[in-house]
């Protein structure tokens, strides 16, 4: 089985403007979760989609949004960025019940200049 | 939510065990416990997951005493690409797949 893909894994922004990045899960998968990873905060939960809503949401300001369509793929947007964005965005999928494991992608640079 | 706490940093050599523990004084009833392992630049990757006792794969075991408020990964006869950041995680049994993650603990594995 192929594993959770993540495109495009390296991007490069100026500040104010917008990116959307995509995540393809695991066959089968039906939940998506978005990760943020910085070296000040570490590893911060952004959202879950399952079966194309929302189920949970971290604490990140409405810039950040995303959406999952009825394949399961799902994509990340981030509006007017800011310098303090640059970070590996990290998704990962999983079947969807509450103890299912979680498989991570290889995660999409951003860098925000 | 159970916070974890474990050593920032590790030290081992190639073929010894290497035992991480992680305390999670405020695990609930239904929570389970998560280890991941991550190497730079790459997501983390699932390595075992237990509610109780002990576990075992093909990589790792997961020892969990009975009053559940710590675990410990054990990693046999590590070698040089175990060098990683391993995460201990508390999954809260509810609506939703929200992982919160630590600090980690940062595994030199040394020649």
């Known amino acids: 089985k192929a594993g959770v893909t993540q495109t495009p894994r390296y991007l490069i922004k100026t500040r104010g403007q917008q990116v959307t990045l995509s995540c393809s899960p695991i066959s089968g998968h039906r939940s998506v979760s978005w990760y943020q990873q910085t070296p000040g905060q570490g590893l911060q939960f952004l959202f879950e989609y399952f079966s194309e809503t929302q189920r949970n949401k971290g604490n990140f300001p409405g810039r950040f949004s995303g959406r999952q369509f009825s394949n399961s793929r799902s994509e990340m947007n981030v509006s007017t960025l800011e310098l303090g964005d640059s970070a590996l965005y990290l998704c990962?999928?999983?079947?969807?019940?509450?103890?299912?494991?979680?498989?991570f992608g290889p995660g999409t640079r951003l860098t925000v200049l | 939510l159970a916070k974890t706490t474990q050593p920032i940093s590790m030290d081992s050599y190639e073929g010894q065990e290497v035992n991480i523990t992680c305390s999670h004084n405020n695990i609930a009833t239904n929570d389970y416990i998560t280890w991941y392992q991550q190497f730079p630049s790459q997501g983390p990757r699932f390595i075992i997951q237990?509610?109780?006792t002990k576990v075992t794969n093909e990589v790792a075991s997961l020892f969990i005493p009975a009053d559940r408020k710590s675990s410990t990964l054990s990693l046999p006869r590590v070698s040089l690409s175990d060098t990683a950041v391993y995460y201990c995680?508390?999954?809260?049994?509810?609506?939703?797949?929200?992982?919160?993650f630590g600090g980690g603990t940062r595994l030199m594995v040394k020649p």
């Open positions: 995680l508390v999954k809260a049994l509810r609506a939703g797949n929200m992982l919160t």
């Open positions: 237990g509610y109780k």
């Open positions: 990962a999928s999983s079947p969807g019940t509450q103890t299912d494991t979680q498989y």
